[in-house]
């Protein structure tokens, strides 16, 4: 089985500031590793994903995410927020068999203005 | 581009009653889940569906929940007899591989 841990519930930051939101797994097979992003009432929308290949993974809106096997790291990264990233950002796992989604309880980001 | 939809967006019902939530899965998907999240926790799996048949469920997935793709577009989540613990945002998902396309979900409020 897999697990993910969201360490920050909650992270304020300045505006054009940059930011990591932090993810760690735990899976004894190898794992997909995804983050979504929830905007006040909507719905799951994929920012970036990683499969396999290159560590380091570019997303949508200006996201990065680095896949760190000996940590089992997953941590988003951007240079520089903007107000509109004010958002949910869940951390999800799953195994290459088009298996469920195992999601981490979520990081809300706050932006300052 | 192509997307997962949704009906409705929200669902309001009484103890004990039944609901249908409908998605509309992407047309050339083969892959299918539910899930639910309770307002303010984390997304959880409930179901995945693949070749007209459950692949998966979870605990939560008891005998007071069914899914149906009754005619090929359609994918289905039938809760027989709901309780207040129901309450939460549903999302039905699909994929054709790693990555899964999530609908906007459905409200489910139970009185």
């Known amino acids: 089985a897999q697990s993910v841990t969201q360490l920050d519930s909650q992270v304020p930051v300045f505006e054009e500031a940059p930011v990591e939101l932090r993810c760690n797994y735990s899976?004894?097979?190898?794992?997909?590793l995804f983050w979504y992003v929830q905007y006040p009432n909507q719905g799951l929308q994929l920012l970036l994903k990683y499969l396999s290949g290159s560590t380091l993974v570019k997303g949508i809106n200006g996201f990065e995410a680095e896949f760190n096997k000996s940590q089992t790291s997953f941590h988003l990264r951007k240079p520089s927020v903007h107000i509109s990233d004010t958002a949910e950002y869940f951390c999800a796992v799953s195994t290459p068999r088009y298996e469920k989604l195992t999601f981490g309880t979520g990081t809300r980001l706050t932006i300052i203005p | 581009e192509p997307e997962v939809t949704q009906t409705p967006s929200h669902q309001v019902t009484q103890m004990g009653q039944e609901v249908i939530l409908r998605c509309v899965p992407i047309s050339n998907h083969l892959y299918f889940y539910w899930y639910r999240q309770i307002l303010g926790q984390k997304v959880e799996f409930l179901v995945s569906f693949y070749n007209n048949e459950i692949s998966e469920k979870s605990e939560i997935f008891d005998d007071q929940f069914s899914v149906e793709r009754p005619d090929g577009s359609n994918f289905t989540l039938k809760i027989r007899s709901t309780k207040l613990e129901d309450s939460a945002m549903y999302f039905c998902?699909?994929?054709?591989?790693?990555?899964?396309?999530f609908g906007p979900g459905t409200r489910l409020t139970v009185l």
């Open positions: 998902a699909s994929s054709l591989g790693s990555e899964q396309f």
């Open positions: 899976s004894s097979v190898s794992v997909y």
